[in-house]
């Protein structure tokens, strides 16, 4: 049991990690919304823009799995903290950028930066709370997500109008993350399974990564990850340009509208997701699965339904799709922790940066540049049977709107993989309890051993 001195420091830690996960999502956003100036300065296709993203996604997950690795042999505030003046150093540079690939080789910088941040934050909350403390500690922790989106959404595009230039937040972005960085230093670091209920050896396991791929349910939960990030990152990245060119919003309006989306939304899901996954995980060893299953269905018969019709309001359309991204949310609350639950603590860090290996290269790195290519090839579709000579913005809107159907079908993708992986649940975490247990009792007969007569 924590003693109340642990506690509160466990929750002050928390906030900051919280703070610097916000900062890491909204630097990360803001590409996104000044797509539209980015595609007419630089006259880009919508793959090129989706490619970009895409980019960004490929260099994270390949930078994460050697620093998660990191993140369970060493300094855990180090690896943080250095990640975070990396990935603020680059967002500046970002605003200098003179070209299309610049742009794009300067966002890869971001990402290594940002790959060094959630597998050593996932390692530390998992050391400073309990486990039926966890999934509220995550959902606090994950709300770094809707407010940095949220945050982004609703003032990027008010700087890029007082400046009259979408490269000033690039700027602006940099100065939080230099100052939360120092703040990360300082952090004091629990010991490895410091919150477990029984003692945890600290010595490094012996071909960890065969471990970890040896657990049934963490493939299917990297499954749906795979799916959920596909959803996720195709959303982020392609939601502001197409209420621009399909209803016709200004780059503002787009802007807030998706911070209302994608983050409001957020705010409501992960500390309301968070809450319920504790309870039905204490009242039935698979709720948490079960929950974000669920929470998948909902959330792809709204989004659907938002985007398969052929005439709708604006504000419905906001609302609906709205209704549904909520419900999205509670897959954070459901997939992280139950890998905590099925993931013995020493390889933790390891576990996080492979499940974000797998989600970003062939989930969240795939979402902007499919959705890209879709959108190109169904507008051309759509100028050919309007048998236009030339491609024009109608055309381009058409394309884009209907390309994000495929966001709904990854999120029934996401669902169904969670529904297999609980049927996985319930032996993997015993095992991983039983295999604690023994090196609890070796730990104690190695102590008694060596206690003096």
Sequence with gaps: MQQPQQARNAWRVLFLLFLANMFNFFDRTIPAIIIEPLRMEWDLSDFQLGLGGTAFTVIYALAG?????????????????????????????TGAAWNFWS?????????????????????????????????????????????????AFFTVGAMVEAFDSWRAPFYIAAVPGLVLAVFVFMIKEPARGAAEVVRTSA?????????IFAVRTFWWLTLAGLAYNFASYACNSFMVPMLQRYFHLSLQQAAVSTGVIVGVTGLIGLVTGGWIADKVHQRWA?????????????????TGYALLQDEIAIGLFITVFSIGWLFSYNYFTSVYTAIQDVIEPRLRGTAVALFFACLYLLGGGMGPVVVGLLSDQFAEAARVAAGAAEMN????????????ISIPVALLAAM??????????????????ASMAADAQ????????????
């Design 65 to 93: 799995i050697q620093l998660g690795r990191m993140a369970d042999i060493g300094s855990r505030r180090k690896i943080m903290g250095w990640g975070l003046a990396v990935w603020s150093g680059f967002t500046a540079l």
């Design 286 to 302: 698979t709720g948490r699965l079960m929950f974000g299953a669920i929470s998948m269905l909902i959330s792809a018969l709204a």
């Design 442 to 453: 070796l730990i104690d007969e190695a102590d008694a051993a060596s206690a003096p007569a």
């Design 393 to 404: 913005e109608l055309f381009k809107a058409q394309g884009l709107h209907d390309a994000m």
């Design 103 to 151: 742009f794009l080789i300067i966002r890869m910088g971001v990402g290594v930066g940002e790959a060094s941040y959630a597998p050593a934050a996932n390692s530390l909350i998992g050391d400073l709370f309990p486990a039926h403390k966890r999934a509220r500690a995550m959902g606090i922790f994950m709300l770094g997500l809707p407010l940095g989106l949220l945050l």
């Design 203 to 211: 010595a490094p396991v012996d071909k960890p990564m065969r471990k």
């Design 416 to 433: 169904a993989a969670l529904l297999m992986g609980a049927r996985s649940f319930v032996a993997d975490s015993k095992r991983m309890e």
